[in-house]
């Protein structure tokens, strides 16, 4: 429950939208979706497959929308693949009227944030594997409080960083 009416939630990296359908099944209470996405192709399946929704094309640090324009804003699953996390998150929280939801960060708890390269969506891609604490800071620098943590799906790149690494989702309220 948002406790919020028709909320606009706008998802940032949005793939095919199918978190759209995901919260019209499982929320109590409708919302009016907007996926943004930079690739062209995903926001060509993303419109197929839901028509009555709206898409936009752009980097997830450079937002086509206003300030608060988003009653919630969802990070989803893309914070760890930008270099320019920073400016993203700052974004992030420049559109977001009242929560911020980043979703599926993966963290790590001793080594510093570390960017790893692998080839994903027919392109190489960075990786971002991010200590926790410092992602933590980042959020709260720009005025975000962290009210909930939430534990994500299993991605343990131990072989590669010598330590266990999670994913997580972490809930922020934006501040004042
Ligand atoms: C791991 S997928 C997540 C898709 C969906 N949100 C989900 O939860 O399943 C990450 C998405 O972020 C998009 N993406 C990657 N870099 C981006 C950027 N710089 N700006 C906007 N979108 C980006 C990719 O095209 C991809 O669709």
Known sequence: MTQLRLPCVVEVGCGSGWNAEVLARLGEEPVRYVGIDYS????AVA??????????QAEASRLPLRDGAADILVSGGVLMHLLDYRDAIRE??????RWCIFHTVPVMMRRKTTLLEKRAYGSPT???????????????EVGLRVRHVLPNIDYD????????????????????
């Open 40 to 43: 062209p192709s995903m926001l």
């Open 47 to 56: 419109r197929r497959a839901y028509p009555e929704h709206r898409f936009a």
């Open 92 to 97: 992030s929280r420049r559109v977001a009227r």
């Open 126 to 140: 960075i990786e971002v594997i991010f200590n926790e604490t410092e992602v933590r800071r980042l959020f709260e």
């Open 157 to 176: 790149l131990e072989d590669i960083l010598g330590e266990r690494t999670v994913t997580k989702t972490f809930l922020c309220e934006v501040d004042g």
